[in-house]
T-cell receptor, first 114, second 114 residues
């Protein structure tokens, strides 16, 4: 069965510090991987996705993620945190069977302090 | 602008009542999804639909029902059989069955039992 594990339900950083949110997946086939962001009382917004090709994927708001097949990881990074980055972040993996649904991790809440 | 509209934003339900959450999209997407979000539990799939007049149960379908009579509409009914309905409900859509597409989400409905 496929699954997504986000290490750390809460991550706290200072403004200007590196942001690293961890995501590991299990999949028996090459996966498609996604990162979403959710601000309070809002829906989820797609940050970036990996499908095929370059393993370093750039997204919106200065975020990027690197697909590492050997480590089954898709960690999200941003070189310098901004107060506006405070939100909840979800990693997701595509299902093996077409016509089913994305599999989401439980989310990581990012706090940014000044 | 194309998008997904969920209404109402806040909904209060009395014990024993059925309530219906609306989800409308003008993206012309075939697939639509309902998720439930509780703190610390991530997103859990309730129901999804790939085409009009067809839908499938997700992981937590008990106590919920849906219909898909039109491509643009996918309402969710929370029935009195759902014993703990207080949660944030998210509707999403994607273009088709291909697994490399990300979802577009609505802004959510917060349901509270009073």
């Amino acid at each position: 069965a496929q699954s997504v594990t986000q290490l750390g339900s809460h991550v706290s950083v200072s403004e200007g510090a590196l942001v690293l949110l961890r995501c590991n997946y299990s999949s028996s086939v090459p996966p498609y991987l996604f990162w979403y962001v959710q601000y309070p009382n809002q829906g989820l917004q797609l940050l970036l996705k990996y499908t095929t090709g370059a393993t370093l994927v750039k997204g919106i708001n200065g975020f990027e993620a690197e697909f590492k097949k050997s480590e089954t990881s898709f960690h999200l990074t941003k070189p310098s945190a901004h107060m506006s980055d405070a939100a909840e972040y979800f990693c997701a993996v595509s299902p093996i069977q077409a016509g089913t649904a994305l599999i989401f991790g439980k989310g990581t809440t990012l706090s940014v302090s000044s | 602008d194309g998008g997904i509209t969920q209404s109402p934003k806040y909904l209060f339900r009395k014990e024993g009542q059925n309530v219906t959450l609306s989800c409308e999209q003008n993206l012309n997407h075939d697939a639509m999804y309902w998720y439930r979000q509780d703190p610390g539990q991530g997103l859990r799939l309730i129901y999804y639909s790939q085409i009009v007049n067809d839908f499938q149960k997700g992981d937590i379908a008990e106590g919920y029902s849906v219909s898909r009579e039109k491509k643009e509409s996918f309402p969710l009914t929370v029935t009195s059989a759902q014993k703990n309905p207080t949660a944030f409900y998210l509707c999403a859509a994607k273009p088709g069955q291909l697994t490399n597409y990300g979802y577009t989400f609505g802004s959510g409905t917060r349901l509270t039992v009073v």
